[in-house]
């Protein structure tokens, strides 16, 4: 496995809308084990093919944060939330590609989700709590959405202006 960059807001590859997997290959197997080292270094709870400038859904998750219990990876090809609940939640997200800006986002409290896992079968599972919010964050991603555009104009475009501060700052070094 090899870990890969990930890309930083703003970046026009954030932005597009991924292309559905037709077939699962080695190579994109390979990408999503890639994705999940990449997760777990950054340390991270979530990662999208996008982020990493691969533009197909796939998106990788586990949000098993406790010390000293079983990680849950999953990888997700072609994920879709079939189901939203009516309970609203809020989280104080954050993003790999939007590093150290954190901000409060109220989504569906659960969610059915459907995908092909890394086999080709077809999964389907109902996901509450940090997974719920988890999931729809990556799914967002394939549809080039991100949780800054939940917020405020203004919020988006201070966390923005101080991404590109941070890229501006990663270039020179
Ligand atoms: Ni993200």
Redesign the pocket.
């Known amino acids: 496995m090899t870990k890969r960059p990930i890309l930083i807001h703003p970046d026009p590859r954030l932005r597009k809308l991924a292309a559905p997997v037709p077939d699962l290959s080695d190579d994109l197997r390979r990408l999503a084990h890639d994705m999940l080292e990449t997760m777990y270094d950054a340390p991270g709870i979530?990662l999208?093919a996008p982020?990493v400038g691969a533009n197909h859904r796939l998106i990788v998750l586990d949000c098993v944060k406790e010390k000293g219990a079983t990680p849950r990876p999953l990888i997700m090809f072609n994920p879709a939330v079939v189901a939203v609940s009516d309970d609203k939640t809020t989280y104080e997200e954050g993003?790999?590609?939007i590093p150290d800006q954190f901000a409060e986002v109220t989504r569906p409290a659960a969610v059915s989700v459907r995908w092909i896992d890394q086999n080709g079968a077809e999964q389907s599972e109902d996901f509450d709590g940090l997974w719920a919010t988890c999931v729809q964050?990556?799914i967002d991603?394939l549809d080039g959405k991100?949780?800054i555009d939940y917020l405020t104009p203004l919020k988006r475009q201070l966390i923005t202006r101080k991404m590109q501060k941070l890229k501006r700052d990663m270039a020179r070094v």
């Open positions: 979530g999208a982020q993003c790999l590609s964050h990556e991603h991100l949780f």
